[in-house]
């Protein structure tokens, strides 16, 4: 090897450890208890007798950055641990958002428990994804709202709405138990299957025989069912033979 051979693998040698010095140097900046002799020396050793080639050089060199790096990355999540010491962090587990039968499950009980002097029914709409909360006084809305998402706390559920009922629920069922017992105690031309009310109080529903029969006699005012609280309708329940001939109510 010639002299200017010599030199030139001299001046890439300092060139590679100077980089690497410069290395070492940043490692320390990051955090000063890492002591500039535990990366150093590595990078000075360099030039024993042996000569190193660079190739070991840059081994040795960069093992020593690394184990550097390794041990600011050790005492930063000592860090943390110790900064957390003693305290005591409880598992975070996401609440699932209600169902929708879960939901109509607590406007019922908020309904019942709370507002049972204007609450009238719940009903669910699983194609639209919520449920309608029926009401005789909506100026009540929002504080059942409020309360209701005390009961479920999580805003990711089922849309509520609000509609109005004709009566509370205990008015409600008291005059549908009235006017089907006078339905049921009479002489009719058709044959009572069932009877039910509608979800928000409006309407008296008659299940008959003969549809045709039963609307001509409940239509006339004659009758006494044309101006009660509840509006009549009726519709086709089918033959006796496979029907129950008790009252079937259905406003609960």
Do not use: W
Request: hydrophobic share 40%.
């Amino acid at each position: 090897m010639t002299e200017q051979d010599q030199h030139a693998r001299e001046m890439n040698e300092q060139e590679l450890v100077a980089g690497l010095t410069r290395q070492a140097a940043l490692a320390t900046a990051l955090d000063p208890r890492i002591e500039e002799s535990v990366v150093v020396p590595a990078l000075r050793r360099r030039r024993r007798r042996a000569r190193l080639s660079v190739g070991a050089a840059l081994a040795a060199a960069a093992g020593s950055v690394l184990v550097a790096v390794a041990v600011l990355g050790t005492d930063k999540t000592t860090d943390a641990a110790r900064g957390s010491a003693g305290a005591s962090v409880a598992p975070t587990h996401p609440q699932e958002a209600p169902t929708l039968h879960e939901l109509a499950q607590a406007a019922e009980r908020v309904g019942t428990a709370s507002y049972a002097d204007v609450y009238t029914n719940v009903r669910t709409d699983p194609c639209r994804c919520s449920i309608t909360i029926y009401l005789s006084n909506l100026t009540r809305s929002d504080a059942f709202l409020t309360e209701l998402r005390e009961a479920v706390p999580h805003s990711d559920g089922p849309a509520v709405n609000f509609a109005p009922g004709k009566y509370a629920r205990p008015t409600c069922h008291s005059i549908f138990a009235s006017m089907s017992a006078e339905l049921r105690g009479r002489h009719l031309p058709f044959t009572v299957f069932t009877t039910g009310v509608e979800v928000d109080c409006t309407v008296l529903r008659v299940g008959v025989d003969a549809v045709d029969t039963a609307r001509a006699y409940l239509e006339n005012p004659g009758n006494g069912f044309t101006s009660r609280e509840l509006a009549v309708e009726v519709q086709y329940a089918g033959d006796q033979s496979f029907m129950d001939t008790s009252a079937r109510q259905s406003g609960g």
